[in-house]
């Protein structure tokens, strides 16, 4: 294993849990495998369908009791720990990891010199400055694309399409990449909305000669749209086929 640094950095977590890698999900990276999950507190966008809305929408803990402070050597040991229970690495997820990405950046170091793999879920809206720091070290992502629409993403979301596709294209030409889009009922349920998609992302599997594998997700009322119906089964079975036209390796999930 690594060794410890003095006066480490240390962070707070909000979520901790051995999860199969296919729930990240990741279909294509280490079937079958477990990886070990942490979250933090916070996200640089404001979603109203946000599944995780209890640690993401906050940067506190105060309903969720006393919270643990972990350094990176912490998390690199207890990855480590897991190893003999099929654990291949550590993976930052939950909420937006990219809000601490110092500290995701200082724990990839470590998980790297313990040989064992960086899994980054995030939402992908950060500059192309962070990306550059994470990105030589993370080893397979998923990443959240929600939308086609900028203006969507801007007035809705919080958030930046042109943050997020550069950092798509950027990673795919880099590290193992897997996409989710979540399907919200009349926001961006349409054939035509997915035929943009999945056309951007088979012209980056073309430029990389690399799959990239798409996940299209079922809705759940959450956080502020708690008065919404869930996505219809039919509808996201409906645009997995669509996506299918385009790409290969596409998954329904949540239904």
Known sequence: MVKEKAAQEKQKIAALALDPIEK???YHFFPGSAIL?????GCNMH??????HEISQTTDQKQRGPAKYVSAWDLAE?????KDSGNIGLAYTY???LTHWRFVRETEEKIHEAGMKNVLVTNGSVPERIVDEVLPLTDAMNVDIKSFDRDYYAEVLKGNLDYVRAFIEKAAGSCHVELTTLIIPGENDSDSEMREITSWIRSIEERTGK??????SRFFPRYRYSDRTPTPVETVYHLTEVAREKLK???????
């Open 47 to 52: 979603c109203p369908f946000c599944q995780n």
């Open 37 to 41: 999950s942490v979250g933090f507190f």
């Open 95 to 97: 909420n937006e990891p």
């Open 24 to 26: 990240k999900p990741l």
């Open 249 to 255: 390796f596409v998954y329904p999930g949540n239904c």
């Open 211 to 216: 799959a990239i594998p798409y996940h299209i």
């Open 78 to 82: 207890l990855a480590h720990s897991y």
